[in-house]
């Protein structure tokens, strides 16, 4: 079993930064592939960026690209978002997730665990 806490979350103006930071506990968190993935309100849950277990691969959405970075800390058993060039559109419950294999994925129903979603809000 694998425990995710999300938090960092929180209120920013359009084209400022947030850092999400995902805490894991539990099963051995090295070697397994971390998703962050969003849910805006009316909308179905959606895709962010995910890295890979060696931390070596990472993907993104078209959508954030350029804008948002995933990494890792293995020692500390961390995943971070960093957030830059906020837009409204980015408002959303941001969660965490893993998944017990190494590889990425983008499909949220592929992910075994998931957090319980840190809330980001950013104002025109």
């Known amino acids: 079993q694998v425990q995710l806490v999300e938090s960092g979350g929180g209120l920013a103006q359009a084209g400022g930064s947030l850092r999400l930071t995902c805490a894991a506990y539990?099963?051995?968190?090295?070697?397994?592939?971390m998703g962050w993935l969003r849910h805006a309100p009316g909308k179905e849950r959606t895709f962010v960026a995910t890295i890979s277990g060696s931390g070596g691969s990472t993907f993104y959405a078209e959508s954030v690209k350029g804008r948002i970075t995933i990494s890792r800390d293995d020692a500390k058993s961390m995943v971070y978002l960093e957030m830059t060039s906020l837009k409204p559109e980015d408002t959303a419950v941001y969660y965490c997730a893993a998944r017990p294999v190494s590889y990425t994925e983008q499909r949220p129903s592929r992910y075994a665990y998931w957090g319980q979603g840190t809330q980001v809000t950013v104002s025109s």
């Open positions: 539990g099963r051995t968190f090295s070697g397994s592939a």
